[in-house]
């Protein structure tokens, strides 16, 4: 983790300081399966590769419950102590938020750095940082989450001030830091209202442009389509959260013009913090006119993916606006399921099936495309087109025909 909390700080952001050694960590507890658990700490070893960590091995323990004190077992823990020292190991990520007590006493264990899941996501949103929003963003979720757990990692704090001159009721270090984080929540709130302002004028100056808003887990090819539809030159690369800002593009297809945004990715366990003080950020989805949601259809898990999005879509009342659901990576689906003997039209029939089947499970339209590939661009034009000029036609009755 960075050694400070601010993170307009340019030497020293994210792990990413020469490649870490890393081990991660997770327990099966007694509602998940083990299956559910391995998907969660691959994506946790893809978040690891994303911060600049190498991933050496994975640990996993079925409990009731993770231990209060130390997460894992004590013969867990052992194992996971000797592994690290044999193989020198800097760094242990666990896959679940870890108490500030839990914290301290695996590092006294451990003898290495210690980062759970949430801490290892803000740490990443902090190295992605870029504009005065997205860095208060950050930050105000770093304080939040820091708060709780003052003590945890600052233990000599826990000292009440003594000697001559200090005697008397006086205050707990510990308490005076907490001053001193909620002041500076405080500040940050208020900073990112005084953006909201300056965004929600932005946003009113932009006319009464139909708003289309890409939406999707993190890393289904969100940038990448961004760029293939408005030809523009969108940030993209195979890591998470590779873009925190949204990036709101004028596009005119003919003569009918639009206003399409790329956005932030979700994921699951996304810490609470973080989703709070983004909300501002996803305002741009919330005065959206239509969705596109996109979803790696590649990954074999691409249902509950949809599933976290559409949760956090209904969190932020946006799950009855016209949504066009998107399939990307078509080509890497049919690599992963089709069979070199398989005739093209078996393929053709099997994945007019699964189209049905999806369009009445979510009752949203949709299409397969591969942006990698510019696969079925054409036709995703077509019904996008369609679907921006139905809510033109409902804006402005007398004026869609012109388009």
Known sequence: MSDNWNVGNERKKGLNKGLEKAVIVGVITANQT???????????EFLASTAGAVTQKQFVQRLQHPNVRTFVGKGKLNEIAQYVEEHEINLVIFDDDLTGKQNGILEEELKVKIVDRSSLILDIFASRARSAQAKTQVELAQMQYLLPRLRGLWTHLERQRGGIGMRGPGEMEIETDRRIVRDK??????????????????????????????????????STLMNLLSKSEVFAENKLFATLDTTVRKVVWGTMPFLLSDTVGFIRKLPHHLV??????????????????????????YEDHIKT???TLKDLD???????????????????????????ETKSEILIEVQNRLKNNYEHDNIFISAIQKENITELREKLSAMILEQYEIRYPYQAKTF
């Not at 990307?328 to 992963?336: A, H, P, T, V």
């Open 318 to 344: 946006c799950q009855e606006k016209p949504t066009l659901m998107v399939f990307n990576k078509i080509d890497l689906f049919r690599k992963n399921t089709f069979d070199d003997l398989l005739d093209e």
């Open 34 to 44: 083990e299956e559910t658990v391995k998907e969660h700490l691959d994506e946790l």
């Open 276 to 301: 709070e003080s983004f909300k501002s950020t996803l305002d741009e989805v919330r005065e959206s006119d239509i969705l596109v949601h996109v979803v790696d259809f590649g990954h074999p898990n």
């Open 185 to 222: 929540i405080s500040l940050l709130k208020k900073k990112l209202e005084k953006i909201d302002l300056q965004n929600q004028t932005q946003r009113k100056n932009r006319g009464q442009l139909i708003r289309v808003s890409l939406v999707g887990y993190t890393n289904v090819g969100k």
């Open 309 to 311: 999005v559409n949760k």
